[in-house]
């Protein structure tokens, strides 16, 4: 019980803190989890854990060093589905003046390696930050190149709620290039599928970006 089983038990509960916001709890169970001989995926996943958790302890240069470990762990082992999602990580960690050309970076690693290893949700959530650091970039024309592959991947997932931000945040970005078919599309979707989930903030946006054509 105390090897693989009790390691699995340990990083599920590590889970539950995250998921109530303990993170000090988290963190304490994540160290028992971070390292194993021989290197393993539940290490790599601690590690990646260990990464969010430091964020939220206002531990950046820790959650940076973290994530930097587990990728190098699950790089070792071939655990390509996990350092997908380290890449997504990676991405959100990167600061200072070219962090967009950094975490742009990171996201196509990112979406290489869910397209490889099959991470279908991966893959959408993906698609959807690039939409958004593109956007950010200035880059409409990759922004729109990129739009209905995103959408397509979270309606493929049943993922309304994911699909709804994703128009809201497209009809921003419409409306902020002074795209007025393209934002009243994006808009008219975008507000349609947020009321429908209660999703009131998304639906503000799309408000106030609908509002500054």
Same mark, same amino acid.
């Given at each position: 019980?105390?090897?693989?089983?009790?390691?699995?038990?340990?990083?599920?509960?590590?889970?539950?803190?995250?998921?109530?916001?303990?993170?000090?709890?988290?963190?304490?169970?994540?160290?028992?989890?971070?390292?194993?001989?021989?290197?393993?995926?539940?290490?790599?996943?601690?590690?990646?854990?260990?990464?969010?958790?430091?964020?939220?302890?206002?531990?950046?240069?820790?959650?940076?060093?973290?994530?930097?470990?587990?990728?190098?762990?699950?790089?070792?082992?071939?655990?390509?589905?996990?350092?997908?999602?380290?890449?997504?990580?990676?991405?959100?960690?990167?600061?200072?003046?070219?962090?967009?050309?950094?975490?742009?970076?990171?996201?196509?690693? /990112?979406?290489?390696? @869910? +397209?490889?290893? *099959?991470?279908? &949700?991966? $893959?959408?959530?993906? !698609?959807? =930050? %690039?939409?958004?650091?593109?956007?950010?970039?200035?880059?409409?024309?990759?922004?729109?190149?990129?739009?209905?592959? /995103?959408?397509?991947? @979270? +309606?493929?997932? *049943?993922?309304? &709620?994911? $699909?709804?931000?994703? !128009?809201? =945040? %497209?009809?921003?970005?419409?409306?902020?290039?002074?795209?007025?078919?393209?934002?009243?599309?994006?808009?008219?979707? /975008?507000?349609?599928?947020?009321?429908?989930? *209660?999703?009131?903030?998304? $639906?503000?946006?799309?408000?106030?970006? %609908?509002?500054?054509?």
């Amino acid at each position: 019980m105390d090897n693989l089983h009790g390691r699995i038990a340990r990083l599920t509960l590590a889970q539950v803190h995250m998921d109530r916001a303990s993170w000090s709890a988290a963190q304490d169970v994540l160290a028992t989890l971070a390292t194993a001989e021989p290197p393993d995926a539940i290490a790599g996943s601690a590690c990646l854990h260990q990464s969010r958790v430091c964020v939220r302890l206002g531990d950046p240069r820790g959650a940076r060093r973290r994530a930097l470990e587990g990728m190098d762990l699950l790089e070792s082992i071939g655990a390509r589905r996990l350092l997908a999602t380290a890449w997504g990580i990676r991405a959100d960690l990167c600061t200072g003046p070219s962090w967009r050309e950094d975490g742009l970076e990171c996201l196509l690693q /990112a979406l290489d390696l @869910h +397209r490889e290893t *099959g991470g279908l &949700r991966g $893959e959408a959530v993906t !698609l959807t =930050n %690039l939409v958004n650091v593109f956007g950010d970039l200035g880059n409409t024309e990759r922004v729109w190149a990129l739009a209905d592959e /995103a959408r397509r991947a @979270h +309606r493929r997932q *049943g993922a309304r &709620r994911s $699909e709804g931000i994703l !128009l809201a =945040n %497209l009809t921003g970005i419409a409306a902020a290039d002074g795209d007025i078919d393209r934002a009243e599309a994006c808009g008219a979707q /975008a507000l349609r599928i947020c009321a429908s989930l *209660g999703l009131v903030g998304f $639906e503000a946006q799309t408000w106030l970006s %609908l509002a500054a054509l």
